[in-house]
């Protein structure tokens, strides 16, 4: 019978504003001693990712801003940080008019997951919003980003979206994992 994994040390090796390094010591559950470096969030619970779309339009709600850590534009959903006791839920609503001026209904909020569970501890909760489109036919509602934001909004058919990503990285653009796995999902086969 194998043991399970035990922890035997956290070490913070720095943190930040945002983020914080650790080095987890653990004995795997064959017992062997191993070393791992994590990142982890401070200050937050996480983060909520949104996926909004315009009905009866069709169109998905896209954001494209400058991300220093891949040092490229990247086309994604809207996103933020979950503030200390609000609800991803809470927080999809408040980043989506923030970023993009959108306002809309929750839809769902699925199970919170990991991101990038090799190198980070950060959880993520999508939430499905579903926006009334007929309220915004006069074009693109103001944002009202934070001062240190750069965002564009884009809006996408959701029928078209890999045609659009496959564009849009061919042009120089990154894009996020998250958003062309749901586009290859939404994806005729």
Known sequence: ????????????????????IDELEFTDRRGVR????????????????IIAEIVPDGKLILVRQFRPPAWQYLIEFPAGLVDPGESPAA????????????????????????????????KMTVVMIRVDGNRYRDGLPP???????????ILVPKTGLLDYLTRAAAAGDGIDAKLL?????CSPS
């Open 91 to 122: 927080t999809a609503l408040r980043e989506l008019r923030e970023e993009t001026g959108f306002e809309g209904e929750i839809v769902s909020v699925l199970p919170e997951s990991t991101s990038s569970p090799g190198m980070s501890s950060e």
């Open 181 to 185: 796995h749901y586009a290859l999902g």
């Open 1 to 20: 019978m194998l043991n399970k994994n035990e922890l035997l040390s956290r070490t913070n090796l720095a943190e930040g504003r945002f983020l914080r």
């Open 34 to 49: 191993r070393r791992w470096e994590t990142t982890g969030r401070v200050n937050s619970r996480g983060a909520a990712t």
């Open 143 to 153: 944002s009202c980003q934070d001062e240190n934001e750069d965002i564009e909004t």
